[in-house]
């Protein structure tokens, strides 16, 4: 669901990176006076998981598309609503900016599309509002199931909406519309079962992690570290070789819609602006090395143009150097920003 700069407007980019820094700025002030000591770790090993688990975009049955985990419903579900947030901003800037995954102009649609609704709405209205607090196996089921339905499906919509709101693309609203609900339905489906099963590890595991505010002890916050640490690098290095290399739910929804799976970049102005700076910041774009810098003997497999980590469709699993290396740099990157973030306003809140 990552939106490339060619689909936004100046107006609609500007507005939405606004909004999105907004709600990270009001996050950041909500933390001040609640995150508790654990909350800065914990932010950097989570988004380095969720990172690692966007990696890998699983088939949907009967449509020739794929999806992959949003997490922002399982980042809210862990850490807190304001945190996941936080932590969301950081994966998506890491992508755009080391990977070219969604444009720099995209970045604050792409913020609100992940990180707002599902946790400022589904998370605290759909998920809280049917799990509960101390949820059994049923309820946390349906809460989970049905949150991340809610989330993908608004997310999918504010896509939609910024896409038509900017003017300059060729996709039709009600075309593009109808495409982009229904494939985004079966995403949600698989984040709300994933969402369910890490809150019950965590829950039957350590479940003061989940007092959002609260201080976990030191033997319980390791665990939950080395946990996430531990999937998010088996994630990002070797699952990443699995990921279907079919188009995601935006690719395939656009190219229904239109014969594209991309639009195209203007060639100058702002969003081609971007495009350059993005062309020199982005080291291993495409979650691979750039062609022709493999290198003698390299095992990798390369990857589809625009498309997720999966390599050649004709070679699976795509073994591929440079998957895994995007995995472990990417992982890394997001444990050090989201970290920092979180260390920074603990500091912050330490001063009288």
């Not at 690692?52 to 609503?81: E, R, W, Y």
């Not at 946790?119 to 946390?140: M, S």
């Not at 709300?192 to 033997?219: D, Q």
Request: charged share 10%.
């Amino acid at each position: 669901m990552h939106m490339a700069d060619a689909l936004v407007s100046s107006a609609v980019g500007g507005a939405m990176w606004a909004a999105s820094a907004g709600l990270a700025g009001y996050s950041a002030w909500k933390l001040k006076g609640e995150a508790a000591e654990s909350r800065a770790p914990l932010m950097g090993v989570l988004g380095a998981f969720v990172f690692a688990a966007q990696m890998v975009n699983f088939s949907i049955p009967m449509t020739g598309s794929s999806g992959h985990l949003g997490g922002g419903l399982i980042l809210a579900v862990l850490l807190g609503p304001h945190a996941a947030f936080i932590v969301m901003f950081s994966i998506l800037a890491v992508q755009a900016l080391f990977f070219a995954d969604g444009g720099l102009l995209a970045l604050g649609c792409n913020a609100f599309n992940l990180g707002f609704w599902p946790c400022f709405v589904a998370y605290p209205l759909v998920f809280r509002g049917i799990a509960g607090r101390e949820p059994g196996r049923g309820r946390l089921a349906a809460g989970s199931m049905a949150a991340g339905i809610v989330s993908l499906q608004l997310g999918a919509f504010g896509v939609v909406a910024q896409t038509a709101a900017s003017g300059i693309s060729d996709l039709p609203f009600g075309m593009f519309l109808l495409l982009m609900q229904p494939i985004h339905l079966a995403i949600g489906v698989v984040e709300g079962a994933v969402t369910a099963a890490l809150f019950s590890f965590v829950a039957k595991a350590r479940p003061e992690i989940l007092a959002h505010g609260a201080e976990p002890g030191a033997g319980a916050l390791r665990l939950v570290l080395a946990a996430f640490a531990v999937a998010a690098v088996v994630t990002g290095g070797v699952l990443s070789w699995f990921a279907s290399s079919l188009p995601d739910g935006l690719e395939w929804s656009m190219f229904k819609a239109s014969g594209k799976e991309e639009p195209d970049v203007p060639a100058k102005g702002i969003r081609s602006s971007l495009a350059g700076i993005q062309e020199k910041t982005a080291v291993l774009p495409d979650y691979g090395f750039r062609p022709g810098a493999e290198g003698p003997g390299s095992m990798d497999a390369g990857t589809e143009a625009g498309g997720p980590p999966g390599g050649d469709s004709a070679a699976w699993p795509a073994i591929s150097a440079g998957t895994t290396l995007s995995g472990l740099v990417g992982g890394l990157a997001v444990l050090v920003l989201a970290g920092l973030a979180g260390f920074c306003i603990r500091f912050i809140k330490r001063r009288p």
